[in-house]
């Protein structure tokens, strides 16, 4: 089956000063939105090394992708039946992805009507963003990647019949190597997250499948129509109607006497 071949190299990343300060603002971020998300199966799509389904109450709660799994799969190409999934979670694979908009054609076919997707991603509209563009195509992980938007990401989203949630933006601290100079200027994210809450390093979307049920128009009857076609009901349940010729005898003689 194939790996996504990115994998190897984020992975090492994420095990950095700044990938740990990115980890870390997600996972806070995934436990708070994950956390009421109700169902029966939950998987975890990328990023095995960290447990992004933690908080959530599920029964059947597993990992699927490359690396240290439950189940070896292709996101684009998932192993899983239509409609056999409540809670998917994203993290960092679609702007590595060959095909990402097969990705989430794949995500929207597995998960049930009112299904729930948790994606995030790497912001180009950032200082992370700067870096990547800086750094070219030919740099190491996770700068090489195809970073989306979200207004590309909730356009797409939008195509699939998915409706946005919510989504936040957080890592507003510079692309720095050194884990006392994150520290030190942990102050920009409370500032960024007031003044400028789009341009954070990662974002998180929570966006729920929507699928719109067939509503049966009925005719629209007036009331002399509904009263005709009721008349021959009417007629057979209290009797045939008397004409002049059906009056009985009693009738007949009613007021002679």
Same mark, same amino acid.
């Given at each position: 089956m194939t790996q996504p071949e990115s994998f190897p190299g984020l992975h090492a990343w994420l095990d950095t000063p700044l990938g740990r300060y990115?980890?870390?603002?997600?996972a806070a971020r995934f436990d708070v939105l994950v956390a009421d998300?109700?169902?029966?199966? #939950?998987?975890?799509?990328?990023?095995?090394? !960290?447990?992004?389904?933690? $908080?959530?109450?599920?029964?059947?709660?597993?990992? #699927?992708g490359t690396g240290d799994v439950s189940v070896e799969a292709d996101y684009a190409a998932l192993p899983f039946a239509a409609g056999s999934?409540?809670?998917?979670?994203?993290?960092?694979? !679609?702007?590595? $992805?060959?095909?990402?908009?097969?990705?989430?054609?794949?995500?929207?076919?597995?998960?049930?009507?009112?299904?729930?997707?948790?994606?995030?991603?790497?912001?180009?509209?950032? !200082?992370?963003?700067?870096?990547?563009? !800086?750094?070219g195509e030919d740099s190491g992980y996770p700068w090489h990647g195809q970073?989306?938007?979200?207004?590309?990401?909730?356009?797409?989203? #939008?195509?699939?019949?998915?409706?946005? #949630?919510?989504? $936040?933006?957080?890592?507003?601290?510079?692309?720095? $190597?050194?884990?006392?100079?994150?520290?030190?200027?942990?102050?920009?994210?409370?500032?960024?997250?007031?003044w400028w809450p789009i341009g954070g390093g990662v974002y998180i979307i929570h966006a729920i499948k929507r699928v719109h049920s067939m509503r049966l128009i009925m005719p629209k009857w007036d009331r002399k129509a509904r009263a005709r076609s009721l008349a021959p009901l009417i007629q057979k349940t209290g009797g045939p109607a008397k004409g002049p010729s059906q009056k009985t005898s009693d009738e007949r003689n009613f007021g002679r006497d």
């Open positions: 990115v980890m870390n603002w997600e998300i109700f169902g029966y199966n #939950a998987v975890q799509l990328g990023v095995p090394e !960290l447990d992004l389904l933690r $908080a959530n109450r599920m029964p059947f709660r597993f990992r #699927a999934v409540d809670l998917v979670v994203l993290p960092h694979v !679609l702007e590595f $992805a060959a095909n990402p908009h097969q990705v989430l054609r794949e995500v929207e076919r597995v998960l049930v009507p009112e299904g729930h997707v948790v994606i995030a991603g790497f912001n180009p509209v950032s !200082l992370f963003g700067l870096k990547r563009m !800086l750094a970073y989306l938007s979200t207004r590309r990401l909730k356009d797409w989203l #939008a195509l699939l019949s998915f409706d946005t #949630a919510s989504q $936040a933006s957080g890592c507003f601290v510079p692309v720095l $190597a050194q884990q006392t100079w994150i520290d030190r200027l942990g102050c920009l994210d409370q500032a960024g997250e007031r």
